[in-house]
């Protein structure tokens, strides 16, 4: 369980990664007033593009652990290892797949919501922070918060797979 964990948690680490490569193409700002100050205590003086790599991967290894542990759990309480091991993948490209698509319609909406100028409602973040470019602080904000959601749905989405195949092999014991 703990090695499927730590493999989850790479996988996770290198999508937020290249995620936050992503974002900070569309909106540089909202590292500069906002992620730059969230993960200050890990700024090592990497050059700037592995600083924003460093940020998306310290901000999704750990979910990444967690889904891996919780999948592990319920892929290893009645299967053998390599069994266990493929429904453990499965569920994780479950995961993937979600936080994908997630992310893209976070990008298409907050692409969208971009084009309008009326950025009242977002002023609680906007102006405290003094952002210059409300419209790509929020495309990347929207792009963000897919990706979580989209996390989210695929953790929920890879347990109900887990336990739909534990609950398929309890009525037929061949080897799923």
Same mark, same amino acid.
């Given at each position: 369980?703990?090695?499927?964990?730590?493999?989850?948690?790479?996988?996770?680490?290198? !999508?937020?990664?290249?995620?936050?490569?992503?974002?900070?193409? =569309?909106?540089?700002? !909202?590292?500069?007033?906002?992620?730059?100050?969230?993960?200050?205590?890990?700024? =090592?003086?990497?050059?700037? $593009?592995?600083? #924003?790599?460093? =940020?998306?991967?310290?901000?999704?290894? /750990? #979910?990444?652990?967690?889904?891996? /542990?919780?999948?592990? $759990?319920?892929?290893?309480? &009645?299967? &053998?290892?390599? =069994?266990?091991? $493929?429904?453990?993948?499965?569920? @994780?490209?479950?995961?993937?797949?979600?936080?994908?698509?997630?992310?893209?319609?976070?990008? %298409?909406?907050? $692409?969208?919501?971009?084009?309008?100028?009326?950025?009242? +409602? /977002? &002023?609680? @973040? %906007?102006?405290?922070?003094?952002?210059?470019?409300? &419209?790509?602080?929020?495309?990347?904000? !929207?792009?963000? +918060?897919?990706? !979580?959601?989209?996390?989210?749905?695929?953790?929920?989405?890879?347990?109900?797979? %887990?336990? /739909? #195949?534990?609950?398929?092999?309890?009525?037929?014991? %061949?080897?799923?």
């Amino acid at each position: 369980m703990i090695a499927l964990a730590l493999a989850a948690a790479l996988i996770a680490g290198l !999508y937020g990664a290249l995620h936050d490569q992503i974002t900070w193409s =569309i909106g540089p700002e !909202y590292f500069a007033k906002l992620k730059f100050h969230q993960f200050a205590w890990a700024d =090592i003086g990497l050059p700037l $593009r592995w600083h #924003v790599a460093e =940020i998306g991967f310290l901000a999704t290894w /750990w #979910v990444g652990a967690i889904a891996g /542990w919780f999948f592990a $759990r319920a892929a290893i309480s &009645d299967s &053998d290892s390599a =069994i266990a091991i $493929r429904r453990v993948i499965m569920a @994780y490209g479950i995961l993937l797949a979600c936080a994908l698509v997630g992310g893209s319609l976070g990008f %298409l909406l907050g $692409r969208a919501r971009a084009s309008d100028s009326d950025f009242s +409602n /977002w &002023d609680g @973040y %906007l102006l405290p922070l003094k952002i210059a470019q409300p &419209d790509r602080f929020v495309w990347v904000a !929207y792009v963000h +918060n897919g990706s !979580y959601l989209g996390g989210l749905v695929g953790l929920i989405a890879g347990m109900i797979w %887990l336990a /739909w #195949v534990k609950r398929r092999k309890s009525k037929n014991p %061949l080897p799923a």
